[in-house]
């Protein structure tokens, strides 16, 4: 009923709903073969520049963060920032002594930039939807996309590195052999080897996989649900003097309202979830054949 009301009033005014959507779905797309933005390339030397941009951003602000934590870090009584940095320290190095079984130095710190990352990258969806895309078609900037965990190129190049650091220490632990012998031999023995190929080959192409598609789905249902509440705003500011003006704007409150704590939970649980999956990878890459 809502989205009717939406459609209909946006289009008195030019625009329409869909399009409302489309422009909040676009991505600030650089075409590297052209070497020009074009917002209907597409293929492998198109960027994504604001998911770039944001993501670099959001990085260095986290590394600075836990840089200003570390250089004033105090035995005597803690400040409230150094806390909280020792906190996230604690838990994530929890999470990696409970799960991870291995020996490798690196797996702690890469669950915890990982959890602070992704939870860093997923909360840009709580800001106004409208917000900063207005303010940077007031730059001339026409698409501006926040959210880089709703974009593949994202969630799969994350993916990605963690699934080159499980065929790395599968390698190195268990060696080259070790490695292909699991191929060959799991789980059903020598004589039913390419069942066994097979099924190991789906097994490890599974990881980035799963890793990649559930944040991203997570990410672009929330992100596109918000967009859907946003609509009402539209509604709104085009029939102010309708009597639909008032419930309409009552109604965008109270599910913007109910879905931004929902999301809350959702950003913390996501990154959670990318962070614990990688640690469990990584300690069955270490795991040697019994």
Do not use: C
């Not at 625009?15 to 676009?26: F, G, M, R």
């Not at 690196?106 to 895309?133: E, G, K, T």
């Not at 698409?143 to 799969?156: I, P």
């Not at 065929?167 to 023995?189: A, D, Q």
């Amino acid at each position: 009923m809502a989205s009717a009301e939406n459609v209909s009033t946006a289009a008195e005014n030019g625009t329409s709903a869909s399009a409302y959507i489309h422009h909040h779905l676009q991505f600030l797309q650089f075409d590297l073969s052209s070497f020009s933005f074009d917002a209907q390339a597409s293929g492998f030397w198109v960027l994504n520049v604001d998911t770039i941009v944001i993501s670099l951003v959001l990085g260095l602000l986290f590394v600075w963060l836990f840089r200003v934590a570390a250089v004033k870090v105090t035995s005597g009584t803690p400040g409230g920032w150094q806390n909280f940095v020792e906190v996230m320290y604690e838990f994530v190095d929890t999470q990696v002594r409970e799960l991870f079984h291995g020996d490798s130095e690196l797996v702690a710190p890469l669950a915890l930039v990982i959890f602070i990352w992704v939870y860093l990258m997923n909360i840009m969806d709580l800001l106004p939807v409208d917000s900063l895309p207005l303010a940077a078609g007031a730059a001339g900037i026409p698409y501006l996309r926040v959210l880089g965990t709703a974009d593949l190129n994202t969630t799969f190049g994350l993916a990605g590195s963690v699934f080159a650091l499980i065929l790395f220490y599968s390698i190195k632990v268990k060696g080259g052999w070790g490695y292909l012998k699991e191929f060959l031999t799991h789980p059903f023995g020598w004589w039913l080897a390419p069942f066994n190929i097979i099924l190991k080959f789906v097994e490890e192409i599974a990881k980035p996989v799963s890793l990649s598609l559930r944040l991203f789905g997570n990410m672009y249902a929330s992100e596109l649900i918000f967009v859907l509440i946003a609509l009402f705003t539209l509604s709104v500011a085009t029939s102010v003097l309708s009597a639909m003006a008032v419930p309409l704007f009552i109604i965008q409150l109270i599910l913007g309202l109910v879905w931004s704590i929902f999301e809350v939970l959702i950003t913390a649980l996501q990154a959670y979830i990318f962070m614990m999956l990688t640690i469990v990878y990584l300690s069955m890459a270490h795991q040697k054949e019994h």
